[in-house]
């Protein structure tokens, strides 16, 4: 019989700097070698796994829409997704292979459940969803994986809100549960940890509300549902709101998960690393 089945979820910042050190090839370096040992126990962890295909909710900053449109939610169907220019050229990643069919099956139970997302047939990907694919899969030849990317809006108020993004985990859930076809499937959420990058509180990093948050994430969903986008912002920070497409993945996973693994490191560049492996009980 034929089962697609979730088989993990993962929680990751998607720091920019962290693409370039694992590109440079310096993650061997001092500097950076605490840090690259605790992706390394995450990958282990999830390499036990062994999923085929990774839904990866991340966000673009502005490198395939920009301010003239910006979507709420889409998802990517596209036979191969290319990394991004995202000014000063393409990461020398491999091209990720996408799941057509699993793709536009979302798209269908999600437009059936009204959620309505743009659908892209082109969608170049930048370091919201290639910096955790190297995390999580390194630097190889190909990627392991097929990748479903699923784009959130967290550049251009008004942000969806984030029980709306733990709803649309919920439906990408039942959406799996429909799918006729096989598959093990890695759900990703990106993006955080506190901080932002401009304004007067530029710098923001808020160690308390991230560990509570990693915590949360695991045992608690719910209170991080009922918190407003004005919160996020209010205790993480402009961009650390982007922590709300992690919400998305959680609505994915059965509500008991245990962690596989869940690490706090940093800071690193402007913000704090976070990761999060979990599976179902
Ligand atoms: C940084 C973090 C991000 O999430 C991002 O999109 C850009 C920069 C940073 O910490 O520098
Ligand atoms: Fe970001």
């Not at 295909?53 to 998802?75: C, E, K």
């Not at 220019?85 to 536009?104: C, I, N, Q, S, T």
Request: charged share 20%; aromatic share 8%; hydrophobic share 40%.
């Amino acid at each position: 019989m034929c089962e697609s089945k979730i088989v993990a979820g993962v929680g990751t910042s998607h720091v920019p700097t962290i693409g370039r050190v694992i590109d440079d090839r310096k993650t061997g370096e001092s500097t950076w070698l605490p840090l690259f040992t605790r992706y390394e126990h995450a990958r282990e962890l999830l390499a036990l796994q062994s999923p085929e295909v990774a839904i990866v909710v991340y966000n673009d900053h502005g490198s395939s829409f920009s301010l003239d449109a910006f979507p709420t939610f889409a998802v990517g169907v596209a036979e191969t997704f290319e990394p991004a220019d995202e000014g000063w050229g393409p990461r020398p990643v491999p091209a990720m292979a996408g799941d057509p069919e699993l793709a536009w099956h979302i798209v269908e139970a999600l437009i059936s459940e009204e959620f309505d997302p743009t659908v892209c047939q082109r969608l170049p990907v930048d370091h919201g969803l290639t910096v955790p694919l190297s995390i999580l899969w390194g630097t190889p030849e190909s990627w392991p994986v097929r990748v479903i990317p699923i784009a959130v809006n967290v550049i251009q108020f008004p942000t969806p809100t984030p029980r709306r993004c733990f709803g649309l985990g919920r439906a990408i859930r039942r959406a799996v549960d429909s799918y006729a076809g096989d598959g093990r499937i890695v759900v990703v959420g990106t993006g955080g940890m506190s901080h932002q990058l401009q304004g007067g509180r530029a710098g923001l990093i808020n160690k308390q509300f991230d560990e509570s948050f990693l915590d949360a994430i695991v045992k608690d969903p719910d209170r991080l549902v009922e918190m407003s986008t004005d919160d996020y912002v209010r205790l993480a920070g402009t961009e650390g709101a982007e922590l709300i497409m992690w919400l998305v993945m959680r609505g994915a996973m059965a509500p008991d998960v245990r962690a596989l693994y869940s690490s706090y490191y940093g800071p690193v560049s402007n913000t704090a690393v976070g990761i999060v492996v979990m599976a179902e009980e």
